[in-house]
């Protein structure tokens, strides 16, 4: 019997083994595939994560460039209204001033029409004799004028050679010019088209460049015709009217320029 037990026992002792060993591997597997999910579930927490942040950049990035556009045409509008009140305020100006030299005139011509006929003999007498004696002097001078002395007397003043060069290249430097190019950063040159002239300005550090010229429109009267030829490194900050073509009065040079130059002022 003893043996019988002793038996039974071994048996039990290994089935006892067995199973507490197919537990514990059990408990591995488990702990295993939990470890799994784990990793999973973080990673899948991190992409959420950043998908999560993207679509707010996203958003953000959309609402400024809404604002963005709002801006513009706002901009845009208010430029237009800006221009057609200065136009409206132009040609008020300009209806005023030719009112007022009509009525002058029509009441000063019946009282001076009869001393301008007295008058008008011998201011012409005077203006002929006058116009002879410049054409003499001139005549003279210019026998003993040098061929580049000659060339600076016929340039306007303000392009005459500077006091001091003695550089042949310097007769053809405008004061003038020079002084506007200081003021808004721009090199001003013209071109000779068959029936007008166009003036090209270049931003020499940006490449922009674009040209002025006279156009007339509906009413017949002279504006100002902007065409851009190259945005150069402004391509992606410039404003929408810096792109298009644009038709304005002289009376709104000033406020073109000045525009020009904050812009051209900003990112230099």
Not at 91 to 97: E, G, I, K, Q, R
Not at 110 to 139: C, I, P, Q, W, Y
Not at 200 to 217: D, I, M, P
Request: with cysteine; charged share 30%; aromatic share 8%.
């Amino acid at each position: 019997m003893e043996a019988l037990y002793s038996k039974l026992y071994d048996k039990y002792t290994k089935l006892k083994a067995k199973k507490a060993s197919e537990i514990e591997q059990l408990n591995l597997d488990q702990e295993e595939k939990f470890k799994t999910y784990v990793s999973a579930a973080d990673e899948l927490i991190g992409y959420l994560t950043s998908e999560k942040d993207r679509s707010a950049k996203d958003e953000e990035q959309e609402k400024y460039e809404k604002m963005l556009i709002e801006e513009n045409q706002k901009n845009k509008q208010l430029s237009e209204e800006i221009e057609r009140l200065h136009r409206k305020e132009f040609h008020s100006s300009t209806s005023n001033d030719m009112l007022a030299i009509n009525q002058v005139s029509g009441s000063s011509i019946s009282s001076g029409r009869l001393n301008n006929s007295t008058k008008r003999k011998r201011s012409t007498d005077f203006m002929h004799e006058k116009e002879v004696e410049v054409a003499l002097e001139h005549a003279l001078d210019k026998e003993n004028m040098t061929p580049d002395a000659i060339y600076s007397a016929n340039q306007p003043k303000c392009c005459r050679r500077r006091l001091g060069s003695s550089d042949a290249s310097d007769t053809t430097i405008c004061m003038f010019q020079e002084l506007v190019e200081s003021l808004v950063d721009l090199k001003f040159s013209t071109v000779h088209q068959t029936d007008d002239i166009l003036l090209t300005a270049v931003h020499e550090s940006s490449g922009y460049t674009f040209s002025l010229g006279w156009v007339k429109n509906t009413a017949g009267e002279e504006e100002l015709m902007y065409r851009v030829s190259s945005l150069g490194t402004f391509e992606r900050v410039a404003p929408e009217w810096m792109r298009d073509v644009m038709l304005f009065s002289k009376s709104m040079c000033r406020m073109f320029f000045k525009r020009l130059s904050c812009i051209v002022k900003l990112h230099d």
